[in-house]
């Protein structure tokens, strides 16, 4: 069964992308030294690796992710990030992001911006969602 996550503005991008890392460790923590049994900590790795990353057939495994904000900024940072530490990715077409801003107004992003790319961001969930198996829910990471 999978999860989704939908990471929202700087706060869910970046909360997103520490998610992904400690759960890529504890994949890796896994087949080494830990708490309880070997077989414990596999089962735990493999549970993890298979509810929030896809796995590609070449290179690292890829979150199971959509980043969403309305500037490119954070999301480059965030998706190089993830790919220089090379344990994981991002998906090619896992993001949503357009040349504007709100300009730190959540106002003007719910009421002017919501609105005019909803669609757009509907289809790049629906798009990771349909990648799964099953799915389980959906996380989203914003601050509130």
């Not at 949503?96 to 107004?105: E, M, V």
């Amino acid at each position: 069964m999978s999860i989704v996550t939908v990471q929202l503005g700087q706060c869910g991008n970046q909360v997103g992308q520490e998610l992904f890392d400690v759960l890529s460790q504890d994949w890796q923590d896994g087949q080494g030294q830990g708490q309880g049994s070997r077989v414990q900590r596999e089962a735990h790795s493999s549970c993890s690796r298979e509810r929030f990353f896809n796995q590609e057939p070449s290179g690292p495994p890829s979150a199971r992710a959509v980043l969403i904000d309305m500037e490119p900024k954070v999301i480059c940072q965030t998706m190089a990030m993830a790919a220089k530490r090379g344990r994981w990715q991002y998906g090619d077409g896992s993001h949503f992001c357009q040349k504007q801003g709100c300009g730190n107004n959540w106002a003007n992003g719910f009421c002017v911006h919501g609105p005019r790319y909803e669609e757009a961001v509907g289809d790049v969930v629906r798009r990771q969602v349909e990648r799964c198996d099953r799915l389980a829910g959906v996380l989203s990471m914003m601050s509130v």
